[in-house]
């Protein structure tokens, strides 16, 4: 990383304003774009819940590694185009900084295509792949739920690029609204389908797909207005250099997303043999596991937030060689992170029975292994809420190897083993062991390895 000696600050307020305020100011749309985000998930399962009862928690979440794998596609491309754009901008290298948009713009629009595509005829394998037997209770839910979610899925691909995109461009609160609104409008359909007109699990579905698209209509409708630069229609294409830069970019990031996929898939693959074997049955374990999940979106909804808004104001001063206040931004937003982690797991110890009623009614057993679970496989989620600080730092800053090597260290070097291992070991309870250690291990790793490239910022 070479540093220029002349760079002075930018009057661009990334490189000039308190650090604290521009935080704040980039990170609560993006908070709150995550949480409404995160929304779309939560709102369903709460209505199923209550309307299709445990069975239907158990097929949202058989479904939920689709939304994963989308949510992967459009970082391996948004997060790495912002983060090309703001570096170039902020070194003054505004035909670069186009030219990776334009890229970025062009790769998500295939991408979302082709990933609807993909998911919508295989559907029925992912479901079998993703735990739930085609002879089983929760199969015919889940394949409803999939035929049709898989429809909106390449509208939320290019929405959460372009909110990235939006962000980077200096709109946090417009990249805010492109969500915001897509969400309530999802949650009034979510009521409207499932109670007047009782759709069932079929309503959430089609609620949840007209929301990402009214979502997507905001996002792109930006383009037109983007400040740095005209964006024209003709000038769209993909540069096979660009297209580099921004996969090297965002790829500790998809892979983050793609193992958390393949985690989940693992996870409820364990969770049905193993809770088969126990007093709990398959169905409970996969209903369960589904709402934690849900419930945990809820973090990382901010420390991803916190983590997207910083990432402008790392790249900008990177590019303009303000080392230090690249430093001060990670250990604010480190803070922030770990804070929140704090209260959500003071809440889950504390509450987890009425978390879990939140989201429907059930049996005693299904209460007794609810508890179990969150208290146990979410004991460590303050250190968990860190790792999407440290990769986004790692994307934003062009530390692409420490990056895609933090990605891989708390689902694939840590996790997926134990939860293979640890089960055979000690039952359905290895299963939920796993999360924590696994989380210990990776939060080191995430550290020594955030503060080896401090070094190199003198």
């Known amino acids: ?35 409404v985000g995160a929304a779309y998930n939560i709102t369903d399962q709460i209505f199923i819940g209550h309307v299709v009862g445990m069975l239907g928690n158990a097929a949202t979440n058989v479904a939920f590694p689709t939304m ?20 170039n901008q902020g070194a003054g290298k505004m035909e670069e900084a186009k030219k990776h948009v334009y890229t970025g713009i062009s790769t998500v629009l295939i991408l979302g295509i082709l990933t609807g595509i993909l998911v ?59 969500t915001a609104t897509g969400v309530i409008v999802n949650v ?3 009521w409207l389908f499932m109670f007047p007109l ?26 037109p207005h983007f400040r740095a630069f005209d964006i024209r229609i003709k000038d769209l294409g993909i540069k096979p250099e660009y297209l580099k830069r921004n996969f090297q970019a965002g790829v500790p990031n998809f892979l983050n997303h793609i193992l958390m ?41 901010f420390s991803v937030g ?18 230090s206040r690249v430093k001060g931004a990670f250990w604010r937003a480190f803070a922030a992170a770990f804070t929140v982690g704090l209260i959500f797991f003071a809440a889950l110890q504390l509450f987890p029975r009425e978390i879990i009623s939140i989201f429907g009614t059930g049996s005693d057993l299904y209460f007794e292994f609810a508890e179990k679970y969150l208290k146990i496989y979410m004991m460590l989620v303050f250190l968990q809420n860190i790792q999407p600080v440290a990769i986004n730092y790692f994307s934003a800053t062009g530390n692409h190897r420490q990056g895609t090597f933090v990605s891989l260290s708390r689902q694939g070097l840590c996790l997926i083993p134990l939860l293979v291992i640890l089960p055979r070991i000690m039952g359905i309870e290895g299963v939920l062991w796993a999360s924590p250690i696994a989380d210990m291990i990776s939060f080191i790793i995430s550290m020594y390895m955030v503060l080896l490239t401090f070094r190199k910022y003198r």
């Open 1 to 35: 990383m070479t540093t220029n000696a002349k760079n002075t600050i930018s009057p661009n307020p990334l490189g000039s304003a308190p650090l604290l305020p521009l935080i704040a100011r980039f990170a609560i749309p993006s908070i709150i774009s995550m949480l």
């Open 68 to 87: 994963t794998l989308t949510t992967a596609m459009s970082m391996l491309v948004g997060i790495g185009t912002a983060a090309n754009f703001s570096m």
């Open 120 to 178: 919508y005829s295989f559907r029925s394998q992912i479901i079998v792949i993703c735990g739930a037997e085609r002879s089983g209770n929760v199969f015919p839910y889940a394949y409803a739920y999939l035929s049709i979610t898989a429809i909106g899925l390449p509208f939320h691909i290019v929405t959460h690029t372009s909110s990235m995109l939006i962000r980077a461009d200096g709109r946090p609160t417009y990249s805010m609204m492109c």
């Open 188 to 190: 009034f359909l979510d």
């Open 198 to 223: 009782g759709m069932g699990i079929r309503g959430a579905a089609i609620a949840t797909v007209i929301g990402q698209m009214i979502s997507f209509i905001l996002a792109v409708s930006y383009y």
């Open 261 to 301: 996929m393949m985690t989940n898939i693992v996870l409820n693959n364990m969770l049905a043999t193993y809770g088969a074997m126990s007093i709990y049955g398959a169905d409970i374990p996969l209903a369960v596991s589904g709402i934690a999940q849900k419930t945990g979106m809820i973090m990382v909804s």
């Open 306 to 323: 916190i983590a997207q808004g910083c990432q402008p104001i790392w790249g900008f001063n990177l590019g303009a060689g303000q080392y």
